[in-house]
């Protein structure tokens, strides 16, 4: 089955401990992305992955961390979390280019306190 | 900066009751605008893609159009189970500097009275 793969689904943490969210897409996709989606913000784009090696920032990329060093992983890192980042987070995938038939993970939602 | 707004932000209807989301974008060269279904709880669910002004997609009771401003989201006779979140989002064309990068609109919520 094509999926997009997040864990933690959820996650309640402290500022300050680094945490890593991870995302995994079976479907060989070249293009990952991850989002965050607040409240009468909508969703918006942290950083995003054309390829393996090749990453670039979103709308919204201060405090968070990204590699692609294989094509199916695009870890989300959050190096120093603070209480501005407690989100609803996303990762998507797609074949190509961008927003053409994004596959959207399951979320993750963060708590920091 | 790319800007994506969409109105309503919530809209209700009853069960066959015909109406259009709207979704307006200011891009710098559009490669590509896409509309997505949110339902509580989930991650968003591709529906449209649209390339140029002139477009038009349909699947099932939904209908999407495209000009050189704005984008709509037609829903004919319109059933409880269409009640989501649409979410519309554009991204530049090639040759920028963040050709990749995508911009959504707050969504409109859509809620169908049976």
């Known amino acids: 089955e094509a999926q997009v793969t997040q864990n933690p689904r959820y996650l309640i943490t402290v500022t300050g401990k680094k945490l890593t969210v991870t995302c995994s897409q079976n479907?060989?996709?070249?293009?990952m992305s991850w989002y965050r989606q607040d409240p009468g913000l909508g969703l918006r784009q942290i950083y995003y992955?054309?390829?393996?090696?090749?990453?670039d920032k979103g709308d919204v990329p201060e405090g968070y961390k990204v590699s692609r060093k294989e094509k199916r992983n695009f870890p989300l890192i959050l190096e120093s979390p603070s209480p501005n980042q407690t989100s609803l987070y996303f990762c998507?995938?797609?074949?190509?280019?961008?927003?053409?038939?994004?596959?959207f993970g399951p979320g993750t939602r963060l708590t920091v306190t | 900066e790319d800007q994506v707004t969409q109105s309503p932000e919530a809209l209700r209807l009853q069960e066959g009751e015909s109406s259009s989301l709207n979704c307006s974008y200011t891009?710098?060269?559009?490669?590509?605008l896409f509309w997505y279904r949110q339902d509580p709880g989930k991650g968003p669910e591709f529906l449209f893609t649209?390339?140029?002004a002139g477009e038009e997609k349909e699947k099932e009771r939904l209908k999407a159009t495209l000009t050189k401003k704005e984008s709509f989201l037609h829903i004919t006779a319109p059933k409880p189970e269409d009640s989501a979140t649409y979410l519309c989002?554009?991204?530049?064309?090639?040759?920028?500097?963040?050709?990749?990068?995508?911009?959504f609109g707050q969504g409109t919520i859509l809620t169908v009275h049976p």
């Open positions: 998507a995938s797609s074949q190509g280019w961008g927003g053409n038939e994004q596959y």
């Open positions: 989002a554009v991204q530049a064309s090639a040759g920028g500097t963040s050709y990749g990068k995508l911009t």
């Open positions: 891009v710098s060269g559009l490669r590509g």
């Open positions: 992955s054309m390829n393996v090696e090749v990453t």
């Open positions: 649209l390339y140029s």
């Open positions: 479907m060989n996709h070249e293009y």
